[in-house]
């Protein structure tokens, strides 16, 4: 799986069971950009530069999906799939309650009002979509 994406990377350099490669996402002067390949064959990648993931996919044409292998089971990929959901629910709650407290304390509205509602109706959307997870795997 790893190969799909080193080959279409610059300056790539093996250094046993990692590599760097030139980041497609920035303009890289030199290797910025490692990359691994975990026990279940996923493939971790991380820009010393600070480029998000996503961007370095769509750089070189890929999608996130890309980074996973196609040997997972579905319960494992629905796994992957709820810890994704569980962090992104955690920021929601952490952004729920800095607008909770600038609504309430500090007397602010309009946006942070608006923000904290569709924080509330991602949140319940997320906690939906865990539950039918958790349901269907039995995770």
Request: charged share 30%.
């Amino acid at each position: 799986m790893i190969e799909a994406i080193l080959h279409r990377l610059e300056g790539v350099k093996q250094s046993g069971k990692k590599w760097m490669a030139k980041c497609p996402a920035h303009d890289d002067g030199r290797p910025s950009l490692m990359l691994s390949e975990r026990e279940d064959g996923s493939v971790g990648i991380h820009c010393f530069a600070g480029c998000d993931t996503e961007s370095v996919m769509h750089s070189i044409g890929l999608e996130m999906k890309d980074l996973f292998s196609d040997s997972l089971s579905p319960r494992d990929k629905a796994q992957y799939r709820y810890d994704a959901l569980m962090s992104e629910f955690n920021s929601h709650q952490t952004l729920m309650k800095l607008y909770k407290y600038e609504i309430e304390d500090k007397g602010f509205g309009g946006i942070n009002k608006q923000n904290y509602a569709i924080a509330i109706e991602k949140n319940i959307n997320l906690q939906n979509e865990m539950r039918a997870l958790k349901g269907k795997y039995k995770l």
